[in-house]
C-alpha cells in the first residue's frame, strides 16, 4: 500500500503570502499524484491532476510539481477564499486502490 | 451539468448493513467514460477511499475493508449503492460519491451524506 505523508500539518499564512505544501509519497507514483482543496462543509474539489496540471476553471495562482516520490502544491498568493484544508491523492496501477494524504490546514495567521 | 446526489439513512445499528444510493443527473451514468467511486472521510481517518466501479462491470474495493462492501448500479434509474455490511462504530463517516477523471483521480464529487453507526 503507496502511503502519502503530507507536511507540515498547519501552515499560517497571511493572504498575499506564498503557500509551499508538500507531499511525499512511500514509492514512486511517476506523475501520477493529484491535489484537492476542501472546505468545511464541502466535498474536495479538485484542483490539479498528474502532478502538475490545472483542472477546469482552477485560477492560475495554484501550481503543481513534482515526480516519483516527493510533490508540491504552490499558492502563489493566498487569497482569502484560499484558507482551506488540501490533500494529495494517488492510485496504485493494479490492482487499483486510491489513497489520500492526512491534508494540510492553511489557516489565516 | 453533471450533479451527483448521496442519500441513505443516517443512522444505522451496530451490526448492521448501511445503504447509500447515489443519484446522477444531467448526464448518463451509462456512458462508457464515466468510472464512479466512494469515499468516506472521518476525523482520525481522513478520505479513504471504498471502491470504484469501471463500466459498471469491473468493480474494486479497499481491502481494509475486509469484504463488507458492494457497489452496484442501475442504469435505468441513473443510480449508484453502496452496501457496507456489519458496520460498527468505525463506519461512522460522511460518505461520497464521485466520479473518476482520467480513472486515476475524482473530479466531480457529491455533497456527502453523514452517517452515524450507533445503537
Known amino acids: 500500500e503507496i502511503v502519502l505523508t503530507q507536511s507540515p500539518a498547519t501552515l499560517s499564512l497571511s493572504p498575499g503570502e506564498r503557500a509551499t505544501l508538500s507531499c511525499r509519497a512511500s514509492?514512486?507514483?511517476?506523475?501520477?499524484l493529484a491535489w484537492f482543496q476542501q472546505k468545511p462543509g464541502q466535498a474536495p474539489r479538485l484542483l490539479i491532476y498528474d502532478s502538475s496540471s490545472r483542472a477546469t476553471g482552477i485560477p492560475a495562482r495554484f501550481s503543481g510539481s513534482g515526480t516519483g516520490t516527493d510533490f508540491t502544491l504552490t499558492i502563489s498568493s493566498l487569497e482569502p477564499e484560499d484558507f482551506a484544508i488540501y490533500y494529495c491523492?494517488?492510485?496504485?496501477?493494479?490492482?487499483?486502490?486510491?489513497?489520500f494524504g492526512q491534508g494540510t490546514k492553511v489557516e489565516i495567521k | 451539468q453533471l450533479q451527483l446526489q448521496e442519500s441513505g439513512p443516517r443512522l444505522v445499528k451496530p451490526s448492521e448493513t448501511l445503504s447509500l444510493t447515489c443519484t446522477v443527473s444531467g448526464g448518463s451514468i451509462s456512458s462508457a467514460n464515466y468510472y464512479w467511486g466512494w469515499i468516506r472521510q472521518t476525523p482520525g481517518k481522513g478520505l479513504e477511499w471504498i471502491g470504484s466501479m469501471y463500466y459498471a462491470e469491473s468493480t474494486y474495493y479497499n481491502p481494509s475493508l475486509k469484504g463488507r462492501v458492494t457497489l452496484s448500479v442501475d442504469t435505468s434509474k441513473n443510480q449508484l449503492y453502496l452496501k457496507l455490511r456489519s458496520v460498527t462504530a468505525a463506519d461512522t463517516a460522511v460518505y461520497f460519491c464521485a466520479r473518476h477523471f482520467l480513472i486515476k483521480y475524482f473530479d466531480l464529487w457529491g455533497r456527502g451524506t453523514p452517517v452515524t453507526v450507533s445503537s
Open positions: 514509492q514512486s507514483l511517476s506523475r501520477d
Open positions: 491523492q494517488q492510485r496504485s496501477d493494479w490492482p487499483p486502490r486510491y489513497s
